[in-house]
């Protein structure tokens, strides 16, 4: 009755057939007692804080996984929950046991394909009604009970109630919905019965994996392939019914079509299909087929995409950015590196072994830079041919690059990059040394149509494969590109574009330059490079400027390292120097810093600036020395919002906060010690004047005040807000963000804020387009310091709750008077989420819940920003009660 062909006896026929009965049953018993709430509430209001980068299986990677279910022939509601429940018991649950993050079912997963019983079986999405919806209710309370993303196909309900949409669904591990895809074309029979479109092919919901896009069966043969190919997102999902599989059709070739079409889709995809046609696969972004199932069968394949791994910052190729959102501000974290630019021949220290390993001394580097916050080793993988190694300096058997790679050197070297990538600290890795002619000294010439050579080739791709899954590693082509030969910039763009294919998680690529030359426009371009590792020299007020200059002259293209400045130097000279580059919008390595005799005080200067920096809002400033008007002062900013002004020899400075609005916290910090100094508030809008209150160099740290309840918790209902807020300081209002539950598109969409002289700002939201967190108002106003001003606010689907009456936040305190939620339900102690601020303060991450305060752990400020773990006692009656009769 259930699934054809499944060869399943007539006595397990009937007991699902009793099992349904009881099933449904029970679930109809429970229907009029349930307490309707949003996405996926419980009947309590018990919350249990977690945040779902901390509780999730394995932080460093993403599991994917396709369940490969038999085709259903459900044609009722009882039958169609029995399939999924069957579904779940003995594929999901497989899934999860085995550390699954996201689980994708197929087209329609647990319903006949057939046109006559859609209408009955077609569900309401989202629904909190169990008899409405009851594959969908349970598959939110699943998700949210195994901290899981899932995927799955069904009939949802359409304007028309004889012709329901074919879609797929979008679970987050909060146990709300992330979006539902509608089929866009469907068969001729199929048109006859069902609802087409009305839907977005891509979705950007906050999902590990990026923007997703999705396709369902016919669409990828009927137009659908065409339609997505071009469009800009990160992970394909298709699903289907299909009868033949991959086999039998092209979906190979479309989804590879999808996937390297430009802009290339950087995780790739994956298709899922039923048990009988069979044929699912994953897909890199190369298009290559990865796990897959040749034909049928009930199954699970999995793939793990990488987490945390040190990229390009999405928003912006100025900066670089953890590949994670740890605070939920919709960003990505901001990543700095400082640390030693020495030894250069890290790989090659020691006597050599027989094997090609080496005897020496690199796990005792590393062991010391642990927990000193220095985060970077430069290093180089062939020193040999004319670098400054010997003739054994490569990782090639017997160090002949035409035997190919040393497997027993790779291991070795794989053993160091753990403990460093498991550290934090970043391989900086050169395929070659300086004064290497790799035409000439190894023979590996482009051919005549530029190509690399095949041997090269092989080198370059096995080395990515090897090891591109750790996070922390930055390939760089080679130290001092020019000295590679008179075709440097063909050679080292084929070089690039050749890391780029190979990589599947997208580090950053770099190319090095000699000496004095900050000039990067041969470069500058090209799509696979992505960062100039500067050579230059100077004194600290040179290094600045010189970075400063090449920051003008990067325009956005890139970003910039100083990979190596002559006389560095060590000790307070050399701290000088790194905040120096910092302020110039430069990471830093230290030429001559090469561990062994380095102090223990220099690598921690180091750590405190890497510490320091990735505690701002670092990748919304820029270098902004125009607005220190009196002193010597180097300054990043975002004017308006925050600024970070390094003092190299200490003492007074004046600073233009024209562009700063409101009131503005002042904080002194000490690169010396690490300690910071509150000096509590200025208000914006003219000069003002600082003196440290210590000696020697310093560092002001400015950021200006906004009203931010920071982030609550979920699942959460739409409705309507009204209550009070009471700042503290004088703040500047132009936008307000909502803070969404992670995986969703919560948003408001509308604000009014008033007072009692009936000064009125309004604001409405203008759909999902560019920044939907966020409503303009219709002016500029201030919230005048301890005055009381009331709110209304309507909110859509998904924000997140601080369930307090009142709460005392960043800027002020926030009360819930009352809300009144989309089933009419009244509260008064849920506070939604939000942020008001100028329009100085840029963008969701320019938020001061960005920033760490001074005082506060790592995993206070982590779960600032979380969400709810509720318990489901209906879910757990439900399946104690089936596990007991079945």
């Excluded at 709300?176 to 068969?187: C, D, E, M, P, Q």
């Excluded at 330059?513 to 490079?529: G, V």
Aim: proline residues 3%.
């Amino acid at each position: 009755m259930l699934y054809k062909g499944a060869m399943i006896t007539k006595n397990i026929e009937l007991m699902r057939f009793l099992r349904t009965i009881v099933v449904v049953a029970f679930f109809l018993a429970f229907v009029s007692s349930l307490v309707v709430m949003s996405g996926v509430a419980s009947a309590t209001d018990t919350n249990v804080v977690a945040e779902w980068y901390d509780t999730k299986n394995n932080p460093d990677s993403f599991r994917v996984a396709f369940c490969q279910q038999p085709r259903s022939t459900a044609t009722t509601v009882s039958e169609k929950i029995a399939d999924m429940q069957w579904a779940l018991t003995n594929l999901a649950d497989v899934a999860v046991a085995n550390g699954t993050d996201m689980i994708a079912f197929s087209e329609v997963a647990f319903v006949i394909y057939d046109c006559g019983p859609r209408p009955t079986l077609a569900e309401t999405v989202p629904s909190t009604d169990l008899n409405e919806s009851p594959v969908y209710y349970l598959m939110t309370q699943y998700a949210k009970e195994n901290n899981i993303w899932i995927y799955y196909g069904d009939y949802v309900n359409s304007g028309n109630p004889n012709k329901p949409y074919n879609s797929g669904i979008m679970i987050n591990p909060y146990g709300t919905l992330g979006f539902v895809y509608n089929k866009h074309y469907g068969s001729n029979s199929e048109r006859k019965c069902g609802t087409f479109g009305e839907s977005s092919y891509t979705f950007d919901i906050g999902h590990p994996l990026g923007k997703i896009g999705c396709l369902i069966c016919k669409d990828f043969f009927t137009g659908g392939s065409e339609d997505i190919k071009n469009l800009d997102f990160d992970f394909m999902l298709g699903i289907t019914a299909d009868r033949d599989g991959r086999e039998g059709h092209n979906s190979e070739s479309w989804m590879r079509s999808i996937v390297t079409s430009s802009p290339r889709k950087k995780n790739g995809g994956l298709w899922a299909n039923f048990a009988d046609g069979g044929g699912s696969f994953f897909l890199d972004k190369k298009g290559n087929v990865l796990e897959n199932v040749s034909g049928g069968g009930n199954l699970i394949k999995y793939h793990d995409y990488l987490l945390g791994n040190i990229i390009v910052d999405p928003d912006t190729k100025m900066w670089l950015a953890y590949n994670r959102d740890s605070n939920g501000d919709g960003k990505k974290d901001p990543c700095f590196i400082c640390g030693p630019g020495d030894p250069e021949g890290f790989l090659y220290r020691g006597t050599r072994n027989a094997n090609g390993t080496r005897n020496g001394d690199q796990m005792a580097l590393i062991n010391k830079m642990k927990g000193t916050g220095a985060n970077s080793i430069y290093l180089m993988a062939i020193r040999s041919h004319g670098g400054d190694g010997d003739n054994t300096q490569n990782p090639f058997v017997d160090s002949d690059p035409t035997k190919g790679l040393d497997d027993d050197i790779l291991n070795q070297w794989e053993t160091w990059f753990t403990e460093m990538d498991n550290n934090g600290i970043v391989i900086f890795f050169f395929f070659y040394d300086d004064n290497i002619k790799v035409s000439n000294n190894i023979g590996w010439h482009l051919d005549g149509s530029d190509n690399l050579h095949p041997q090269e080739q092989y080198y370059i791709e096995s080395i990515v494969n090897r090891f591109e899954h750790h996070k922390h590693i930055i390939w760089c082509i080679m130290e001092e590109v020019e000295e590679m030969g008179g075709d440097y910039v063909s050679h080292a763009k084929e070089i690039a574009e050749a890391i780029s294919q190979a990589d599947d998680h997208d580090h950053v690529i770099a190319v090095h330059k000699l000496t004095t030359e900050l000039d990067f426009s041969e470069f500058a371009n090209d799509p696979n490079i992505d960062q100039f590792a500067i050579q230059y020299g100077g004194s600290t007020s040179e290094l600045h400027n010189g970075m400063v200059t090449a920051w003008c002259d990067a325009a956005g293209k890139y970003n910039l390292i100083m990979a190596e400045a002559g006389n560095h130097g060590m000790g307070d000279t050399a701290r000088k120097k790194n905040w120096a580059c910092a302020m110039g919008g430069a990471y830093v390595m230290i030429l001559g810093m090469n561990i062994a005799n380095t102090t223990m005080s220099d690598l921690e200067d180091c750590g405190r600036l890497v510490s320091f920096m990735e505690s701002t809002n670092l990748n919304e400033m820029a270098p902004h020395d125009e607005v220190v008007t009196n002193g010597t002062g180097y300054c990043l900013a975002s004017p308006g919002a925050e600024y970070v002004i390094y003092l190299p020899n200490g003492g007074s400075v004046t600073v233009d906060l024209s562009d700063a609005t409101g009131t503005v916290n002042v904080e002194w910090y000490d690169p010396k010690n690490g300690t910071y100094h509150d000096e509590g508030t200025v208000a914006g809008g003219g000069n003002e004047s600082f003196i440290p209150p210590f000696s020697g160099d310093a560092v002001l740290h400015m950021v200006t005040i906004v009203f931010d309840s920071g982030g609550g918790a979920c699942p959460s209902i739409s409705g309507l807000h009204t209550g009070t807020i009471k700042p503290t300081d004088d703040i500047a209002v132009q936008k307000m963000y909502t803070y969404p539950c992670p995986g969703t598109r919560g948003h408001s969409e509308y604000v009014r804020i008033w007072n009692a002289s009936k000064t009125t700002a309004e604001g409405n939201w203008t759909g999902y387009e560019g920044d939907w967190h966020t409503i303009s108002f219709d002016k500029l106003f201030i919230l005048k310091a301890n005055e009381t001003y009331n709110y209304t606010i309507r909110t859509g689907s998904y924000p997140q709750i601080i369930h307090e009456h009142t709460a005392n936040v960043t800027g002020g305190t926030i009360t819930c008077e009352k809300f009144v939620d989309a089933n009419g339900k009244g509260f008064n102690n849920k506070i939604l989420a939000i942020k008001l601020y100028s329009a100085g303060v840029a963008s969701a991450s320019s938020s001061i819940t960005g920033h760490k305060v001074h005082g506060e752990s790592d995993g206070d400020a982590k779960l600032r920003n979380s969400v709810v773990n509720e318990q489901f006692d209906i879910l757990k009656s439900i399946k104690g009660l089936y596990n007991r009769l079945f």
